[in-house]
């Protein structure tokens, strides 16, 4: 059984910061992939960052604002976001793939975590 859970969304101004979390709660598995999405209501889900062991991908849109990383011993991922403008408004996803004997490879989503950002 997997279970992902992400947090730290909020409220903050344009030009603050908020650091989201991902956790991966389970047994013997193995996360491949961690990733964030984000998603405006009545809008396509857009991936904003991922990260594996040996690299990580931005959108553009977040290049150099954003950064992902993740602490496996913890079995967390981060999504450290700076520099936030009203267009990063959205609900966010952290996406997780991950592996176990039983189901082998799959894609688990966290429940989403609201970022709101002021004018």
């Known amino acids: 059984q997997v279970q992902v859970v992400d947090s730290g969304g909020g409220l903050v101004r344009t030009g603050g910061s908020l650091k989201l979390s991902c956790e991966v709660f389970g047994t013997n598995f193995i996360c491949n992939v961690v990733a964030w999405y984000r998603q405006v209501a009545g809008g396509q889900r857009e991936l904003v960052a991922k990260?594996?062991?040996?690299?990580?991908n931005y959108a553009d849109s977040v290049k150099g604002r954003f950064a992902i990383s993740r602490d496996d011993a913890r079995k967390m991922a981060f999504l450290q976001m700076n520099n936030l403008k009203p267009e990063d408004t959205a609900t966010y996803y952290c996406?997780?793939?991950?592996?176990?004997?039983?189901?082998?490879?799959?894609?688990?989503w966290g429940q989403g975590t609201q970022v709101t950002v002021s004018s």
């Open positions: 990260i594996t062991g040996d690299y990580t």
């Open positions: 996406e997780a793939n991950v592996w176990t004997a039983v189901t082998g490879s799959r894609d688990y």
